[in-house]
């Protein structure tokens, strides 16, 4: 490198342009070049035609939007940030293009995401997993609001810890508020119970999540779900992060009163959800263990039926 010149910014890739994904990709275009890869043209044209994504009314950061994934194949970083039933097909044109030390970060909700990137990828893939409780809406295409200043936990799932290690140095550069942990397992399953009881209630009143605390008979429905997930991570010797499931859940609400989860604003829209892998995954892991799930396998019935019943 020449004298005075500057150091070439590292290339992040994201997969995928909703509320999250924007989020993430906005605070990582500060100090890094970023490549937001979409399915959908229109959402890349907007994004393109405005120069960047936006957060609140800050000032537009510029970024490149594509809806070709081999623009992202030289990337330093890949994060997915696909909704969990696409992940794999997100995933798998990446195969063989990327550089084997890339690491690959997903901070998805729900269970599977580490199997179907492994399953496009390969199992030696140094993919780093983890949750984040921050909140966004996507209030136009490319710009969301975000919904207070959330946290990130990271973990291991193949990536070696100087990995992590990274990931972790890029996110609070980014002015992200982030963590490690040794085992991310109980972060894994913590948010997982607050997902499967809070997304679906409110997803099937069609309400914000505040209609939980609110109704009497939402609360003990969506207690009874965290009761049920508590009770397969006992059996998978999964140490959850909190004591009592449901004052995890009730604190978890109280946080995101206002907001509307995005299993809400897909299942107006009839889309497919993440319930498969929110309710679905409990329901499987108790099969598996012997471990009655009735109030999640109703639960994910329902919400199946609503996505596919008819618009009146």
């Known amino acids: 490198m020449k004298a005075g010149t500057k150091p070439a910014r590292p290339r992040v890739a994201i997969l995928g342009a909703g509320a999250m994904g924007t989020l993430f990709a906005y605070q990582l275009a500060e100090h890094n070049d970023v490549t937001l890869v979409e399915v959908r043209g229109d959402v890349v044209e907007t994004i393109n035609a405005r120069g960047g994504v936006q957060v609140d009314e800050l000032a537009v950061r510029p970024l490149a939007a594509t809806t070709d994934p081999s623009k992202a194949f030289a990337t330093s970083f890949l994060f997915v940030f696909v909704k969990a039933p696409y992940t794999l097909g997100a995933v798998r044109p990446f195969t063989g293009q990327l550089n084997p030390a890339t690491p690959i970060v997903s901070l998805q909700n729900g269970l599977g995401n580490e199997e179907a990137i492994k399953a496009a990828l390969g199992s030696n893939v140094a993919l780093v997993i983890g949750i984040t409780n921050e909140m966004s809406l996507a209030i136009g295409q490319g710009h969301s609001r975000r919904l207070g200043i959330g946290s990130t936990v990271l973990g291991s799932a193949g990536a ?146 609503k996505e596919n019943a008819p618009r009146e």
């Open 160 to 305: 070696s810890y100087p990995t992590v290690r990274a990931v972790l140095a890029l996110l609070q550069q980014a002015g992200l508020e982030a963590s490690t942990a040794y085992d991310i397992r109980p972060h894994l399953w913590g948010k997982l119970l607050a997902n499967a009881a809070i997304n679906p209630i409110a997803a099937l009143l069609d309400a914000k999540n505040s209609i939980i605390p609110a109704d009497p008979d939402a609360a003990a429905l969506a207690r009874a779900l965290a009761l049920e997930g508590a009770a397969v991570a006992k059996a998978l010797r999964v140490n959850l992060p909190f004591t009592d499931p449901w004052e995890y859940v009730r604190a978890v609400l109280a946080a995101s009163e206002d907001g509307r989860n995005s299993m809400t604003v897909d299942l107006n829209a009839r889309l497919r959800t993440e319930i498969d892998q929110i309710n679905g995954a409990i329901v499987s892991a108790g099969r598996r263990l012997g471990v009655p799930t009735p109030y999640n396998d109703a639960i994910l019935r329902l919400v199946k039926a």
